[in-house]
């Protein structure tokens, strides 16, 4: 693991895995790391919460270990289950060699050899790298039952297995939350965390996102691709494209040996940057080229 220190070692660490860093966000990683308190991140879809987690994890050397929240999923689902199909099968073998002692078979059958381990007890166990990132993303996808659990499992980081006991975290993992705000989480669980919200990068700082990320793009296309999207997040859309559609699309445009951006090549590309069909029929006719010469006539020469 590398040493950290200081705010300006998170950016560079941050740097080297393709992360462009602004100073806030690299300021509270840096008390994350430093004081062991669970990161809240919030933000639009797409503006880079999820690779930030990734990006530490590759940056410190750490197994970054990822729960995938969506609706309907409670406490077991998150921590572990039991393997059915294995557990019939050695009642199975049991009954077939006779003499079977229900009770001893039971208290075998509820061990950790057919225990199915999810992501918040693997966060719980002892890593060889040192403790892993634990990424919670989307934690606004669940309800409000999961939350009041999570809060005593970040609390205390601890899990019980009521056949097994309770499992403690020997080095408290990193925690990293996202959430689209979709809807609001719990003042109680914000209040254990460090927060920050991330937005939409500038001009200047996407530019640098996409040379990290799409270094083989020109630096006019590069120009012309981000002006061209923050132009487009200014306009009435269902889902405004993100950081991530940005480098998708420029990376499209370098697949197609694209050099400059038109109406026709915007046409034909749009799927990269939009995903919806209603924001998508906006972009029809000549509404590509207005906001095309909008967004040129707003790029000063490189």
């Not at 602004?22 to 991140?41: H, I, K």
């Not at 990822?66 to 289950?81: F, K, M, N, P, T």
Request: glycine share 6%; aromatic share 6%; charged share 25%.
């Amino acid at each position: 693991m590398m040493a950290i220190s200081t705010i300006d070692d998170v950016q560079a660490m941050l740097a080297r895995q393709g992360y462009v860093c602004g100073r806030a966000l690299g300021t509270v990683v840096f008390l994350s790391l430093t004081l062991g308190r669970p990161l809240f991140l919030e933000g639009e879809a797409g503006v880079g919460k999820t690779e930030i987690a990734k990006a530490i994890a590759a940056g410190l050397g750490r197994r970054l270990i990822r729960l995938q929240c969506y609706e309907g999923l409670d406490a077991s689902s998150a921590v572990y289950e039991w393997n059915f199909a294995e557990q019939m099968i050695a009642i199975r073998a049991a009954e077939a060699a006779g003499g079977v002692d229900r009770e001893r078979l039971t208290d075998e059958l509820f061990t950790e050899e057919f225990l199915i381990e999810r992501p918040l007890l693997q966060a719980m166990r002892p890593q060889a790298g040192g403790a892993p990132v634990l990424l919670i993303d989307e934690l606004d996808r669940t309800d409000e039952p999961f939350e009041a659990f999570l809060l005593e499992a970040l609390s205390d980081f601890q899990v019980t297995i009521p056949e097994l006991g309770t499992i403690a975290a020997p080095e408290p993992p990193i925690v990293i939350l996202t959430s689209n705000r979709t809807r609001e989480v719990h003042d109680a669980l914000k209040r254990r965390c460090l927060y920050h919200w991330v937005d939409y990068p500038t001009f200047e700082r996407e530019i640098e996102i996409l040379q990290a990320r799409a270094p083989e793009a020109a630096e006019q296309l590069s120009r012309e691709v981000v002006a061209f999207v923050q132009r487009l997040r200014t306009e009435d859309l269902f889902k405004k494209p993100g950081v991530a559609e940005t480098i998708d699309w420029a990376k499209c445009l370098l697949a197609l040996d694209v050099i400059d951006l038109s109406p026709e090549v915007i046409a034909d590309t749009v799927g990269a940057i939009l995903k919806y069909q209603d924001d998508i029929q906006r972009l029809q006719g000549s509404e590509a080229k207005r906001i095309l010469d909008e967004a040129k006539a707003g790029l000063e020469p490189a």
